[in-house]
């Protein structure tokens, strides 16, 4: 259930070690979701596993990611590879013919109304069914009917709001302008196309407020022209305590969330499909789960860090002023983001973060 990204990556998945699959979405393709749509070089080496690839024609290179506040700015490109900046429907047509390609059957405008143990209701017709794969995002209708909600699960909820502008990237970087209770990222995607996100904790901070809030990149856009329209969703951390019962089993951000922030959603959405396959077949959802746990925790502390940077203007001066000071301490926290640090190396990072802290 569910035919988004996450839906998607563990059909190919599943369909690649033998099973039978069908996707039931209520959508038809190519679904659109508001999304930063800056996919991080993991998530290109993810896709690249799935089958996914890309050429230069399907958006814009990024080397790397630039914090930039108060009219300062810092810089640190990605310790391997490149990723990649895309239009969210390029992704989503991609990863859907792939999985065609492949033997995955879908049912596109094929809502789910009920399941049971060992069946789904689409409209007034039953599906027969040996596992049902809960890839229905945030607001999982799955996640409810399996009894696997977590009423008590911190919602921390933020609000997201992109848009698109028809103006050239002037860098092949995702740059993340800080203000005092937002954040707007900015990334390529194609040659005369950018993505601007406005996130806050705040449901009315949409891409009106750039020009008064964001005055290092309000300049940029004064003449350019808005393409489509402003799309809208709600970002939160959400960790559940079981993700799977019975027959059924959760993925993407229905098995719970990162923020935003970290820009790793869709990557542990991949992830989750990989070890999801790597498990079934054995029917040891309990590994599944314990995978999920280890996949979840550098981004859960990671989006909990930059959430304090953005609501706290003292520590994001400082820690902005330690970067600058000391610029391969931002390549390093990038490393540790990316999961190419090890413990010693966080631990010397830290410190040496405190030793600016400190010295500033």
């Excluded at 009423?151 to 302008?177: D, I």
């Excluded at 995607?189 to 996130?199: G, M, S, T, Y």
């Excluded at 309990?286 to 746990?293: D, L, M, T």
Aim: proline letters at 4%; a positive charge; charged letters at 20%.
């Amino acid at each position: 259930m569910g035919g988004g990204p996450a839906g998607l990556a563990a059909s190919i998945e599943l369909r690649s070690r033998g099973f039978a699959v069908t996707v039931a979405d209520g959508a038809k393709p190519p679904v659109d979701k508001a999304c930063g749509e800056g996919l991080m070089p993991e998530t290109v080496a993810s896709l690249q596993r799935l089958g996914i690839s890309f050429d230069s024609n399907d958006g814009s290179p990024l080397r790397g990611i630039r914090f930039i506040s108060e009219g300062v700015s810092v810089t640190a490109d990605f310790p391997v590879g490149q990723g990649i900046g895309l239009r969210r429907t390029v992704l989503h047509s991609k990863m859907a013919a792939h999985a065609e390609k492949i033997g995955v059957e879908f049912m596109w405008d094929s809502p789910v109304t009920q399941i049971s143990s060992r069946a789904v209701q689409i409209r007034d017709k039953s599906f027969a069914t040996n596992c049902i794969v809960g890839a229905d995002g945030s607001a999982s209708r799955v996640r409810r009917w399996s009894g696997l909600e977590d009423s008590t699960a911190p919602q921390n909820p933020r609000y997201a709001f992109r848009s698109h502008f028809g103006l050239a990237p002037w860098s092949e970087y995702v740059e993340v302008y800080w203000a005092e209770d937002a954040q707007a990222y900015v990334t390529p995607v194609a040659n005369e196309e950018i993505c601007v996100v406005v996130l806050s904790e705040k449901s009315a901070m949409r891409n009106d407020v750039i020009a008064i809030k964001f005055p290092d990149l309000a300049p940029r856009l004064i003449n350019a022209k808005v393409l489509g329209v402003e799309r809208g969703a709600v970002t939160r951390t959400h960790r559940l305590k079981r993700i799977y019962k019975d027959n059924v089993v959760l993925v993407g951000d229905a098995s719970g969330a990162v923020d935003a922030i970290t820009g790793e959603g869709l990557n542990l959405s991949f992830q989750h499909a990989i070890a999801l396959a790597d498990c079934l077949p054995s029917r040891n959802l309990s590994q599944y789960q314990k995978i999920h746990r280890q996949l979840e925790f550098r981004p859960l502390v990671t989006g909990y860090l930059l959430s304090l940077l953005g609501r706290q203007r003292f520590l994001r001066k400082r820690t902005i002023g330690a970067f600058m000071a000391e610029p391969q301490l931002f390549a390093r926290f990038l490393d540790l983001h990316l999961g190419y640090a090890n413990r010693a190396q966080a631990f010397s990072a830290a410190l040496r973060l405190g030793w600016h802290f400190a010295a500033v």
